[in-house]
């Protein structure tokens, strides 16, 4: 048995007996000891499961948002979507998963669903008095979803007045 498989067995042993903080740190040193290639992306939404268990609120997001780009990157899109409302259950104001879900839509082909994701993001960075980060994420949307003549028409303007 090699150490990674040494390491997943003494967590998930951890876990069985609910000591969620010592099973995180032997998830931790698997996570930075092994490659990617042996990385199971799992793992970060586990950290994250246990992370929110702990009450560590931050240290869970972070966490499950390395599984969404695990799960983006590896074409599992689905997975990557359920990990951005586990995101948004934990913090529902946090605008950055709706960049996300605007990027993963957009790759699946959901056209509708990548714009109102992006346009939400971009009024959360507006309202947040950050027209600059609206306006790239328009910018990327358009990159995305070329024939958007609204968002060009959108980016244009913002160009004009300096923002979003």
């Known amino acids: 048995?090699?150490?990674?498989?040494?390491?997943?067995?003494?967590?998930?042993?951890?876990?069985?007996?609910?000591?969620?903080?010592?099973?995180?740190?032997?998830?931790?040193?698997?996570?930075?000891?092994?490659?990617?290639?042996?990385?199971?992306?799992?793992?970060?939404?586990?950290?994250?499961?246990?992370?929110?268990?702990?009450?560590?609120?931050?240290?869970?997001?972070?966490?499950?948002?390395?599984?969404?780009?695990?799960?983006?990157?590896?074409?599992?899109?689905?997975?990557?979507?359920?990990?951005?409302?586990?995101?948004?259950?934990?913090v529902p104001g946090y605008a950055e998963v709706h960049r996300s879900l605007g990027r993963i839509s957009a790759h699946q082909g959901f056209v509708a669903d990548a714009r109102q994701s992006f346009f939400r993001y971009a009024e959360q960075m507006r309202a947040g008095g950050r027209p600059d980060a609206a306006l790239d994420a328009l910018r990327e949307f358009a990159d995305l979803v070329p024939d958007d003549l609204e968002v060009r028409r959108l980016i244009a303007e913002g160009d004009q007045h300096g923002g979003a």
């Open 1 to 90: 048995m090699t150490n990674l498989a040494k390491l997943r067995d003494k967590a998930k042993k951890l876990e069985q007996r609910e000591r969620w903080g010592e099973a995180l740190v032997v998830y931790h040193q698997l996570v930075t000891e092994g490659s990617d290639q042996d990385l199971d992306v799992g793992l970060w939404n586990r950290m994250g499961d246990l992370h929110m268990r702990v009450g560590q609120t931050d240290q869970a997001v972070k966490a499950y948002e390395q599984a969404v780009t695990g799960y983006d990157q590896a074409g599992l899109h689905d997975n990557a979507v359920a990990i951005c409302k586990k995101i948004l259950r934990a």
